[in-house]
């Protein structure tokens, strides 16, 4: 089964102040309380260290793969469990728009587990909204 979430929100900066924030993953724990930290080569293909704080303070460790990093376009990473028992696609996708950009937070989840546990992988449509918010917040203070 495959499981999706993909939450948009506009931002009234360009796309180019929109990836000066995405892109700084030095930053991230400074603006955001999930997205702690992204390490390794900035190049497709390459595996990364990711670091979130999910519910309640927990730590998620995670190697993953770079699957985008375009300037002014998007981040995308993907990892997983072998034998199929799951993978998530997760990424943020930049976009212009009349406000002046949209950032879309997506994860598109796969294999057997997300089918066992898709009630609680759909509650993280709440955590992508509060992200995409600390997004544009941070947008918003850099350009005061």
């Given at each position: 089964?495959?499981?999706?979430?993909?939450?948009?929100?506009?931002?009234?900066?360009?796309?180019?102040?929109?990836?000066?924030?995405?892109?700084?993953?030095?930053?991230?724990?400074?603006?955001?309380?999930?997205?702690?930290?992204?390490?390794?080569?900035?190049?497709?293909?390459?595996?990364?260290?990711?670091?979130?704080?999910?519910?309640?303070?927990?730590?998620?460790?995670?190697?993953?793969?770079?699957?985008?990093?375009?300037?002014?376009?998007?981040?995308?990473?993907?990892?997983?469990?072998?034998?199929?028992?799951?993978?998530?696609?997760?990424?943020?996708?930049?976009?212009?728009?009349?406000?002046?950009?949209?950032?879309?937070?997506?994860?598109?989840?796969?294999?057997?587990?997300?089918?066992?546990?898709?009630?609680?992988?759909?509650r993280?449509?709440v955590?992508?909204?509060r992200?995409?918010?600390?997004?544009?917040?941070?947008?918003?203070r850099?350009?005061?």
């Open positions: 089964m495959a499981l999706s979430i993909d939450v948009s929100l506009p931002i009234d900066a360009p796309p180019a102040a929109v990836w000066a924030c995405l892109s700084d993953t030095g930053s991230w724990p400074r603006w955001s309380d999930v997205l702690v930290a992204l390490d390794g080569d900035r190049e497709v293909g390459a595996r990364q260290r990711l670091r979130l704080r999910m519910a309640g303070g927990l730590p998620l460790i995670a190697t993953v793969e770079l699957t985008v990093w375009t300037p002014g376009v998007g981040i995308e990473w993907v990892g997983g469990l072998p034998l199929g028992l799951f993978r998530a696609r997760h990424g943020f996708r930049i976009e212009p728009s009349q406000a002046g950009a949209t950032i879309t937070h997506y994860e598109h989840f796969s294999g057997l587990l997300p089918w066992l546990l898709g009630p609680l992988l759909r993280l449509e955590r992508h909204r992200v995409n918010e600390q997004i544009r917040a941070e947008v918003e850099r350009a005061a």
